[in-house]
């Protein structure tokens, strides 16, 4: 059964760091972009950061995240890593990882309409 499962969400104090990851497991999703979402308290869930297929491996982020996050894919193409540093309180959220359904595209987007796929998501909460 294909299924996309995150982990590293956890507690930091402001200005730290913390490393997800989002296995894919049951199949290959390498040709897919691969999507990373949150969901803060109250509110709807947000795009974060995405990266194409490994053909492509291009990457976009969402500008409340860009120079603070980096999103990455391992050398197979089924694990996608987001690092995330100098967190913020703000950073707090439900974090999700997501298969774009359309393969081989050059370019990914951070519009979660485009995503099919959804892990169950990992809390990442920011505190001093």
């Known amino acids: 059964q294909l299924q996309l499962v995150e982990s590293g969400g956890g507690t930091v104090q402001p200005g730290g760091s913390l490393r997800l990851a989002c296995a894919v497991s049951?199949?290959?999703?390498?040709?897919?972009?691969i999507g990373w979402f949150r969901q803060p308290p109250g509110k709807e869930r947000e795009g974060v950061s995405c990266?194409?297929?490994?053909?492509?491996?291009?990457?976009n982020y969402a500008g409340s995240v860009k120079g603070r996050f980096t999103i990455s894919r391992d050398n197979a193409g089924n694990t996608v890593f987001l690092q995330m540093n100098s967190l913020k309180p703000e950073d707090t959220a439900v974090y999700y990882c997501?298969?774009?359904?359309?393969?081989?595209?050059?370019?990914?987007?951070?519009?979660?309409?485009?995503?099919?796929?959804w892990g169950q998501g990992t809390q990442v909460t920011v505190s001093s």
């Open positions: 990266i194409s297929g490994r053909r492509w491996s291009t990457t």
């Open positions: 997501a298969a774009d359904w359309r393969p081989d595209l050059p370019l990914c987007t951070v519009d979660k309409g485009w995503y099919g796929l």
């Open positions: 049951g199949n290959s999703l390498d040709a897919h972009a």
